[in-house]
Each structure stands twice: as structure tokens, then as C-alpha cells.
Nanobody, 116 residues
Framework: QVKLVESGGGLVQPGGSLTLSCTAS????????TGWYRQAPGKERELVAG???????GYADAVKGRFTMSRDNAKNTLYLQMNALKPEDTAVYYC??????????WGQGTQVTVAS
């Protein structure tokens, strides 16, 4: 069983930046899918970024060009760098890793609030 610990959320002004981290208790290299999701108040959880193959990542249209997902395998950590933040980016952000045999693990979420 893998535990994911998120950090890096907080309050930021529009146009600002934040970097979220998600550290796993074990290796992340064995998982077939890694990604970041978010859920805003009154909305369904949506995929923000995820690996398409290896360390190549795809992004939701709403964040493309502003967010960058990356990983550090040595640290078993996923990152989400968020630039040019907008109020509509306000949400709880979750990291996720998934793989074979029904393995599916989620972080507990970290609040990102974009407001002046």
C-alpha cells in the first residue's frame, strides 16, 4: 500500500505561482499512471495533468501552457508547477498513482486558493 503526502498549497494572488509536491512512501516508477486532479466547489473532480507515456504529460485545456507536471524518481515525488494562476484555478488538488491489479492511490488533497 502506498501513501501519498501532498504539500505546497496555499493562498496566492492572481498571476502568481505555486508548486505542489506529492511524495510517495514507495517507488512511483512501477505505476502505469500518475496524475494531478482538482475539484472546485460545486464541480466534479477533473484531471489536470497526467502522464501519457513515461514522463510525457498531457494537460487539460484550461491549464495548458501554465501548468507543468514533473517527477523526481529518486525522491518518489510528483510535482505540479502552476504559473499565471487564475481565480478559476481555485480548488483542492489531488495527486494520484495507479497501476496493475487495482492499485489506485490518492493524496489527501491540498487547497489552492487564487484571490487578491
Amino acid at each position: 500500500q502506498v501513501k501519498l503526502v501532498e504539500s505546497g498549497g496555499g493562498l496566492v494572488q492572481p498571476g502568481g505561482s505555486l508548486t505542489l509536491s506529492c511524495t510517495a512512501s514507495g517507488s512511483i516508477s512501477s505505476f502505469t499512471a500518475t496524475g494531478w486532479y482538482r475539484q472546485a466547489p460545486g464541480k466534479e473532480r477533473e484531471l489536470v495533468a497526467g502522464n501519457t507515456s513515461g514522463e510525457n504529460y498531457g494537460y487539460a485545456d484550461a491549464v495548458k501552457g501554465r501548468f507543468t507536471m514533473s517527477r523526481d524518481n529518486a525522491k518518489n515525488t510528483l510535482y505540479l508547477q502552476m504559473n499565471a494562476l487564475k481565480p478559476e484555478d481555485t480548488a483542492v488538488y489531488y495527486c494520484r498513482v495507479a497501476g496493475y491489479y487495482g492499485h489506485d492511490y490518492w493524496g489527501q488533497g491540498t487547497q489552492v486558493t487564487v484571490a487578491s
